[in-house]
């Protein structure tokens, strides 16, 4: 009776790699093994400890809004959603540029109050600070 040989290569997994990253950390750890770095390498190129890109992969932690410009240099993209509503906008303009509230507040001549409200959704930018804002938005 006749065999026939047959031989299945199939890539083998590698540990730990997020398929499909749920948070910014997985992100950075997709990228990271994909590169061939360590969280050492990572840390440096992002300016902080390794400890904090170790709480970062583990989902322990978020990276704070000041190093949001270091990790989409790393990533080469930006991981965060598309913003849903005008808050969301914010927040996304300020993580790209590493603002704080207090930042961008002076950056549009106001106060960080104004800025915080928008990013919880309790006003829209009025007529005197939208177009600064959108001018900025379209900077980013």
Known sequence: MPFAHIE?????????????????????????????????????????????????????????????????????????????DFGQEVWKLRWRRGLTQRDLAAQLHTDDSVVRDWERGEHLAGDKLRPRLEALMRES
């Open 8 to 84: 299945i290569c199939v890539p083998k997994p590698i540990y730990g790699y997020p398929q499909s990253p749920r948070h910014i950390g997985e992100h950075i750890k997709r990228r990271r093994i994909e590169l061939g770095l360590r969280q050492r390498d990572v840390a440096e190129q992002i300016g902080v400890s390794p400890w904090t890109v170790l709480n970062w992969e583990s989902g322990e932690t978020e990276p704070a809004v000041r190093f949001g410009p270091q990790v989409v240099k790393f990533l080469g993209y930006d991981p965060l959603p598309e913003p849903t």
